[in-house]
């Protein structure tokens, strides 16, 4: 069994107690959720000493990536219930602020906002405490090296997540007591983008290729690092830097013949998985996900069983025109039809990607892909064309990385006759981009990236809705910071909430 799904069976008691500093993050008025203040006698100073502490201490970091205020839930309704990609299934009263989320009238207040951006910092405090205290143990440097170099990965995947979402937001890079974290300030994108850069070209130098052991398969790997590197990059428009980081992994990972094959619970170590969250259904206390039961329509019949479900996350109809016909990943990623029962067909979209029945213990064990080989591709050949268009079609070119994942998808591969220019290019990139990698997380930040993204956005609430309100300008491309944090922190001028 991964040792990352063995931690709350075996050691997560003990490493609660040792790491009370960080884990608790209080949602009162009084704290703010990055305050990390010590409450108990034995802490992060006095627990890390051997190797095996530390690898608890980073087992503890991907831990908080499974979380339901991180991938196990609010991060996919702020990344693509936001989006044009999905929709929820109960728009009235009870939906609240899923619904808000979707509409674009979300209030500060809201649980979603809150929950991504404390579970973010849950994983910033976590990876926070290992490398307060690594460089300085007494452990072997080849398990210096790899504790600090997942750690580095990590909190960056976090910060990453919360820049995209925030914008300026508090550069946490060691544990604070609780008159610290109030001094916090919102620091400049650009300066947490300068740290997430700096921390992802170091975890690239020192985490390993691979790792031999069975065992600790699903840990961070340097390439894995290299390739969200290539993803800041083309986030910050970066364009050269994107194509020197990515152009060097191509090869070093491959294309899954069955695009399907991809979302199997028993598939998730795979060769084109660079980085993704892992569950485990079945075990106790549980270590799997609730993506089923949260996606699934409210009745349906699968494998001579009933089961119900909350039909959120669901494929809007815009998504679903989206496909060519003949796209072998629409049958992968999303249905618009299912049985109530053996005999009764209902029509009704939801998401099949993550289609893993509930266990013994009602949690399911489908993997989150956070980043795999065809997201590198597809960013690669986005920047060779933002640094310029170039109609040739060969290996290395923009047209070649595109064609290879419209290939896997049964599609014709696309050419100059095609796309004549740079602008054409980049349509289809994007559209490309929406169908390989719908329902990972990646639209609406790909709708903040591109330049048409507010245009889309609002023909979508038009088009799927019939509202022509909210009018969205840029600022509706960040969330407003909790209002817990403004009120906590109380300080205008260093603590501003988002213009709304």
Not at 425 to 430: C, K, L, N, T, Y
Not at 439 to 449: P, Q, S, T
């Amino acid at each position: 069994m991964h040792p990352i799904y063995k931690l709350r069976n075996n050691d997560m008691t003990s490493l609660k107690i040792a790491l009370a500093a960080i884990l608790l993050l209080a949602a009162s008025c009084k704290k703010s959720f990055i305050d990390l203040a010590p409450v108990s006698n034995q802490t992060t100073a006095n627990f890390f000493k051997t190797a095996a502490d530390f690898q608890q201490g980073v087992n503890a970091v991907y831990d908080a990536l499974q979380s339901q205020q991180t991938y196990g839930k609010s991060y996919y309704y702020l990344m693509e219930v936001r989006s044009d990609n999905t929709d929820i299934f109960d728009r009235g009263a009870n939906a609240g602020a899923a619904s808000q989320i979707d509409l674009f009238t979300e209030v500060t207040t809201s649980n979603f906002i809150s929950d991504g951006y404390a579970g973010s910092y849950v994983i910033i405090a976590r990876a926070n405490a290992v490398l307060d205290r690594v460089g300085a143990a007494n452990i072997p440097d080849s398990s210096k090296k790899q504790f600090q170099g997942e750690a580095l990965f990590l909190r960056s995947l976090a910060y990453f997540n919360l820049v995209r979402l925030y914008g300026d937001v508090p550069l946490v890079i060691r544990t604070e007591t609780i008159s610290q974290s109030q001094a916090d300030r919102r620091n400049a994108k650009g300066e947490v983008y300068a740290r997430i850069e700096g921390d992802l070209k170091t975890a690239a130098s020192i985490l390993p290729a691979s790792y031999p052991n069975a065992a600790d398969q699903g840990r961070v790997v340097a390439g894995a690092a290299s390739a969200l590197l290539g993803k800041v990059y083309v986030t910050e428009k970066k364009w050269t830097d994107a194509v020197n980081t990515l152009a060097p992994l191509v090869g070093r990972f491959s294309l899954l013949t069955n695009y399907g094959d991809l979302f199997n619970a028993g598939n998730a170590q795979n060769a084109e998985t660079i980085f993704s969250v892992r569950y485990r259904k079945g075990l106790s206390p549980s270590e799997g996900n609730t993506y089923f039961t949260d996606m699934a329509p409210v009745t349906i019949y699968l494998n001579g069983a009933t089961y119900g479900g909350s039909n959120n996350n669901r494929p809007t109809h815009d998504i679903a025109a989206a496909y060519e016909t003949g796209d072998k990943r629409f049958t992968a990623s999303l249905d618009t039809t299912y049985l109530t029962n053996a005999t009764t067909v209902r029509k009704g979209n939801f998401v099949k990607k993550y289609l893993d029945l509930p266990g013994p213990t009602g949690d399911e064990g489908n993997s989150f892909p956070v980043i795999r080989y065809a997201d590198v591709l597809l960013l690669l050949a986005e920047a060779q064309n933002e640094g310029g268009y170039n109609a040739g079609n060969g290996p290395g070119t923009a047209f070649y990385y595109l064609n290879l994942v419209r290939e896997r998808a049964g599609l014709a591969d696309r050419t100059a006759t095609d796309l004549p220019d740079q602008d054409s290019f980049r349509d289809a990139v994007f559209r490309e981009r929406r169908v390989e990698l719908a329902f990972e997380n990646d639209r609406w930040f790909d709708l903040v990236r591109y330049q048409k993204g507010l245009a889309i956005l609002q023909a979508y609430l038009l088009n799927e809705y019939g509202l022509t309100t909210p009018v969205l300008t840029t600022k509706r491309l960040l969330f407003p910071l909790p209002q817990s944090e403004i009120d906590v922190h109380n300080d205008p001028a260093n603590f501003p909430q988002n213009p709304q």
